[in-house]
């Protein structure tokens, strides 16, 4: 199958697929259906027994108007690796949420097997300003890809202000995979090289950023664990490619895309920015101290020891203290944070049994660890505190189990990802506390 039809066929289907989903999530099911829901994983789909019926409904039917697609879609993808010349295992990546788009980018672009025939010197003669030797192409392969990677991470975090797919996911695949394409224009590499290459290139775009103000060191150590595999996987790619032996046949096109697709991807994100939902995050402990004790430390506090946590002492904002003014509902809690003050209003008051509050004003969710002094675009409103409630329970022996719960959204994507940070930061902000709280009290019980 050539690539033209493999592209045509898989747009106008694509098309006419989201059409049919839009129309039906909103005529039968009453529901909005955007672009975005292609790529949230199916966390729901995955437990459909226990959510509510009407939803599972919604899934199954998602799910049956799917399947002729997918039929065609499987069908023309492996008819297209066939043709490419390239492992059919390769298959699985149909499936993966927003790779899929990159392997079908990549599919539509590379040319058939069968119309390959240059040769070493016609190579060698188009790729002259790329040095032959297998340094000298590395390189030029991570200073071109890397510094051109820091200029597109630039402007989609400073100037389009988007931490999303584009930057997170697309960005440093499309690094591995251009660098490699640059490293093997000249011949054939070894897998380890292209590996290494590809992620010596995304090392580098992080070492710009930190080093010209654009991020701090936490965020960049925060998106390594993304950031790498996804460039491997991009570098895998370009392996396969160069290893058919007509890589400036296929340069131009697959350079095209590894720019063009991170910057379409943050623009589409920046005008149509998907809505981050509300995260709950729910934390206990046991105090052996009745509950007036706690209570008495829960509403105000004073300075906790200094944190031990690497992430707080990196600058993620962490409490120091709490004090109250007034009590009952409409009272202020004001609480102190290394970044910060945060303002809260109390909106529940079940004295030594339950304290709800709102915030009513912020800090920032960090100061970032950097040698200069820096305010990136994902403190201003990426994650954002709600409010909180707080539950004594009562035990027969007299101690008390204390339960934290505190909602908030994050903008930052993939969400799947960076709320396994946020949370953790979240239960270490309520375990600090608590066990600032439990020593208070068990102190004067």
């Known amino acids: 199958m050539g690539r033209g039809t493999y592209a045509a066929v898989g747009i106008i289907g694509f098309a006419i697929k989201h ?13 909005s259906y955007g672009i975005f829901n292609y790529w949230i994983p199916p966390i729901e789909a995955l437990r459909i027994s226990s959510i509510a019926s009407e939803d599972a409904v919604f899934l199954v039917t998602m799910l049956v108007l799917s399947l002729p697609f997918i039929w065609v879609g499987l069908g023309m993808t492996l008819r297209r690796l066939r043709s490419a010349d390239l492992p059919l295992w390769l298959i699985f990546l149909f499936f993966v949420p927003m790779l899929n788009v990159v392997f079908f980018l990549v599919l539509s672009v590379i040319a058939e097997s069968g119309t390959h025939g240059k040769d070493d010197a016609i190579r060698a003669r188009a790729g002259s300003p790329i040095p032959d030797s297998v340094l000298g192409s590395a390189a030029i392969a991570v200073a071109l890809a890397g510094g051109v990677g820091a200029l597109l991470a630039y402007v989609g975090v400073e100037t389009l202000g988007v931490y999303g797919w584009g930057v997170f996911v697309a960005l440093p695949f499309c690094m591995g995979l251009g660098s490699v394409m640059i490293y093997s224009y000249r011949r054939p ?56 032996r007509a890589i400036s046949a296929e340069a131009p096109p697959v350079m095209l895309l590894v720019l063009m697709l991170p910057l379409s991807l943050m623009g589409f994100e920046k005008w149509n920015p998907p809505e981050a939902g509300v995260i709950t995050v729910t934390t206990t402990i046991r105090i052996e101290a009745p509950a007036s004790a706690v209570w008495a430390n829960l509403i105000s506090f004073p300075d906790l020891p200094e944190s031990n946590q690497w992430l707080f002492q990196l600058g993620v904002s962490h409490p120091i203290r709490a004090t109250i003014h007034g009590s009952g509902v409409g009272a202020v809690r004001v609480c102190v944070f290394s970044t910060g003050t945060f303002v809260e209003r109390i909106d529940g008051w079940e004295e030594n049994r339950r304290l709800a509050f709102s915030v009513v004003s912020g800090a920032d969710a960090m100061q970032e660890f950097s040698p200069y002094k820096i305010h990136p675009r994902h403190l201003d409103g990426y994650l954002v505190p709600k409010r909180a409630e707080f539950t004594l329970i009562s035990n027969p022996d007299g101690s008390t189990n204390l339960e934290g719960k505190s909602w908030y959204r994050n903008s930052m994507w993939p969400a799947t990802y960076w709320r396994l940070w946020s949370d953790q930061i979240l239960h270490d902000i309520h375990n600090s506390v608590f066990e600032h709280i439990k020593a208070l009290s068990e102190q004067k019980g």
Do not use: K, W, Y
Request: with cysteine.
């Open 189 to 244: 590499r070894l897998l380890g090289r292209c590996l290494l290459v590809s992620l010596t290139t995304v090392t580098l775009a992080a070492a710009v950023l930190f080093a010209v103000a654009v991020e701090g060191l936490i965020c960049i150590l925060m998106a390594i664990p993304v950031a790498l595999p996804l460039a491997l996987l991009g570098g895998l790619a370009g392996f396969f490619i160069q290893r058919r």
């Open 19 to 31: 059409n049919v989903d839009r129309i039906v999530a909103a005529l039968v099911f009453h529901r």
